[in-house]
């Protein structure tokens, strides 16, 4: 009754932002993203008749009381009436609850032991709707490669689907640029309820995603790199824009995300085609293509403020390992 997986984390290029359903996690929009490389989530599970209660360590540490309620609501729902007991033991190799996704590699790493643990072998799709109940984006982090999260109107048609697999788009990467290691102070799930609540901006935002989705699409389809970066960023402040005007305001950036964006803006005059995207978080994530890689690395990291950067490319998709944390 142990076992392990590993997932990556994956970053919306078409962002969800806000439940229509916070029990079920049902999203108001569907979101497209990218499963990439060299940032994972590993996690070991063990069911035991022994055991009293749950055991629950990230990265060495004991979590935080909510993060622990959220993880055994999410347990109960796997191992439904029985009260069998786990042990999980996770670790990611990048910063938590930074705006890096760990919650989307952490749930999906979580989804595919935990139900493997239990003997349950599931379908994608199922694994997906799972992970969806843990945290909404790991729906996407089951799959490798660019995927869709379909809104869904219930519990079951509520889950991500692959739109290509890993080795489709071999030349686009995504710079991670890290501008702190702080956990973040406005997790995302209170920020979008809030953000729902208050923003005025919030329905404006609702009504640009169907062109934002096509265009995404379709930019996938044709491997139009252009397209794909235009839509992502503008997506992406589309989404700030309604967490500035939160009541009260939900600023993620700080001073360096900003001296990156602007780098960017600077890289892309002088002719290096490359577009930016955060999430909950003040990390910035530049989409560009293989060729422009390193020249764009070298400017990122004159940045004062830049803690590191990693470079990665589309991702594996989730998946089990005989590794052992335990
Ligand atoms: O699934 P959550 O609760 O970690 O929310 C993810 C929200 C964003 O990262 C900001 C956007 C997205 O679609 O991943």
Known sequence: M???????????LVKYWGKQDKELILPYNNSISLTISDLHTHTT??????LKEDQITLNDSQIDE????????????IRKDSDLKAKIVSKNNFPTASGLASSASGYAALTLA???????????????????????????????????????????DSFAKQIEKKDYWPDLRMLICTTTTEEKKTKSRAGMAQTVATSPMYKS??????????NVRTAIKNKDF????????????????????????IIYWNPTTIKIMKQVELLREQGIECYYTMDAGPQVKILCLKNNQETILEK??????????????PGEPAKTTEQHLF
């Open 300 to 313: 990122i990291k004159q940045i004062d403020g830049v803690i590191n950067t990693i470079t990665t490319k």
């Open 226 to 249: 252009t397209l794909l970066g235009k839509t992502a960023e503008s997506n992406c402040l589309k989404m700030h824009a309604t967490m500035i005007t939160t009541e009260p305001p």
């Open 114 to 156: 935990a139900t493997k643990a239990l003997n349950l072998n599931l379908t994608k799709e199922e694994l997906s709707k799972l992970a969806r109940r843990g945290s909404g984006s790991a729906c996407r982090s089951i799959y490798g490669g660019l995927s869709e999260w379909q809104k869904g109107t219930n519990n079951d």
């Open 45 to 50: 599970v063990e069911f035991n008749e022994e």
């Open 205 to 214: 935002w609702l009504d640009t995603i169907e062109n934002d989705l096509t």
């Open 66 to 77: 909510t993060s622990r309620k959220q993880i055994i609501k999410f347990l109960d729902i």
């Open 2 to 12: 142990k076992s392990s997986a590993i997932a990556n984390s994956n970053i919306a």
